[in-house]
């Protein structure tokens, strides 16, 4: 008499599924916090981008820093950061003259900061 079982036991179903749920509590995390660091490194590239234009702009304008806020839709002064990036550029007052400015992106709880009175440094915090 042969036997015409095909197909997995219930433990079988279960085992898989086990494994999958391990495999998925490791995985997310990771996959959250790659995306976050992408967030911040788009953040930390555009005040960058932001830093050569203003020397640009200052350059051209006798050493005047521009300053107000900047979207993808709303340019600064031909300035445009990357998609879901806004940067607010603010001038410091005094001689020399200069700017800080700071990044959020709308994805991320992390702002990054930089200027011509931090000497470049970028911090995101």
């Given at each position: 008499m042969y036997s015409n079982k095909k197909g997995f036991t219930l433990i079988e179903l279960l085992i898989v599924v086990v494994i999958i749920g391990i495999l998925a509590a490791i995985a997310i995390p990771k996959f959250a916090s790659t995306k976050d660091k992408a967030y911040v490194a788009a953040m930390k590239s555009d005040l960058r981008n932001l830093a050569t234009y203003e020397e640009q702009y200052a350059a051209d304008n006798n050493g005047a820093y521009f300053g107000g806020s900047a979207t993808m839709a709303?340019?600064?002064?031909?300035?445009?950061?990357?998609?879901?990036?806004?940067?607010?550029?603010?001038?410091?007052?005094g001689p020399p003259s200069s700017w800080t400015a700071t990044a959020t992106h709308s994805q991320s709880a992390k702002t990054c900061d930089n200027g011509v009175t931090a000497q470049g440094v970028i911090t995101c915090t």
């Open positions: 709303t340019p600064l002064q031909g300035f445009s950061p990357s998609q879901n990036v806004s940067i607010t550029v603010t001038n410091v007052a």
